[in-house]
T-cell receptor
C-alpha cells in the first residue's frame, strides 16, 4: 500500500515570507513518481511538478523549489517570498504500484496556505 | 485551448434521484478519472478509464456509475444508492500511467 502524508493542515504566512510545505510518502515500489498540485479557490487542480524516484536532484522554478530526499521519504515544497496569489490548497501525490496496467495515484490530504498581505 | 470541461458547476439533487455529471476533454488523452473531494480527506478515486469502452472501479465506486463511449467524454452518474453524495467532484485526464493529470474545474453536488 502507498501513502502520502501532509501533516500541515493549514499554514498562514505574511506576504514575502518563505514557507515550506511538507510531504512524506510511503511506498514499497522502487520506481515511482511524486507530484505537487495547486488548487486555487476556483477549484481546478494545477500541476506544478513531477519527479521520478531515480532523480533526487532538487529543482527550482522561479520562487518555487522542491527538495526530494529518498532517505527520509520526503518531497518538500518551498515558496520563497510568498505572494497573495500563492494562497491555495497544495496537494502532494504519489504514483506507483502498477496493477492491471494502471499506476495508482495517491493524494495527500492537502495543505491550505494563506498568504496575508 | 485544450482542456477539460466539467458541467454543471453546481448541482442540487433530491433524495432518491440519479444525477449525471459531465466531463469532456479535447486533449486527446487516453486516460480519464473521476475523483471525489471532501474537506480534510484529499482526493479519492471513484472510477477511471484507460481506453474507450473500458473502465475500472476506484477506491469508492459504490453508488456511482460511468461510461466511456467516446474518447472525449467520461460522464459520472451519482445514483440514489450513494448515501452521502454531497461533495466536490473532479474529473481529470492524462496521457497514461505516471504522467501528470489535467483537471477540470469541478462540480459541487449538494443533496437537498
Amino acid at each position: 500500500a502507498q501513502k502520502v502524508t501532509q501533516a500541515q493542515t493549514e499554514i498562514s504566512v505574511v506576504e514575502k515570507e518563505d514557507v515550506t510545505l511538507d510531504c512524506v510518502y510511503e511506498t514499497r515500489d522502487t520506481t515511482y513518481y511524486l507530484f505537487w498540485y495547486k488548487q486555487p479557490p476556483s477549484g481546478e487542480l494545477v500541476f506544478l511538478i513531477r519527479r521520478n524516484s531515480f532523480d533526487e536532484q532538487n529543482e527550482i522554478s522561479g520562487r518555487y523549489s522542491w527538495n526530494f530526499q529518498k532517505s527520509t521519504s520526503s518531497f518538500n515544497f518551498t515558496i520563497t517570498a510568498s505572494q497573495v496569489v500563492d494562497s491555495a490548497v497544495y496537494f502532494c501525490a504519489l504514483s506507483g504500484g502498477v496493477s492491471g496496467g494502471y499506476q495508482k495515484v495517491t493524494f495527500g490530504t492537502g495543505t491550505k496556505l494563506q498568504v496575508i498581505p | 485551448d485544450g482542456g477539460i470541461t466539467q458541467s454543471p458547476k453546481y448541482l442540487f439533487r433530491k433524495e432518491g434521484q440519479n444525477v449525471t455529471l459531465s466531463c469532456e476533454q479535447n486533449l486527446n488523452h487516453d486516460a480519464m478519472y473521476w475523483y471525489r473531494q471532501d474537506p480534510g480527506q484529499g482526493l479519492r478515486l471513484i472510477y477511471y478509464s484507460q481506453i474507450v469502452n473500458d473502465f475500472q472501479k476506484g477506491d469508492i465506486a459504490e453508488g456511482y456509475s460511468v461510461s466511456r463511449e467516446k474518447k472525449e467524454s467520461f460522464p459520472l452518474t451519482v445514483t440514489s444508492a450513494q448515501k452521502n453524495p454531497t461533495a466536490f467532484y473532479l474529473c481529470a485526464s492524462s496521457t497514461g500511467t505516471a504522467s501528470s493529470y489535467t483537471f477540470g474545474s469541478g462540480t459541487r453536488l449538494t443533496v437537498v
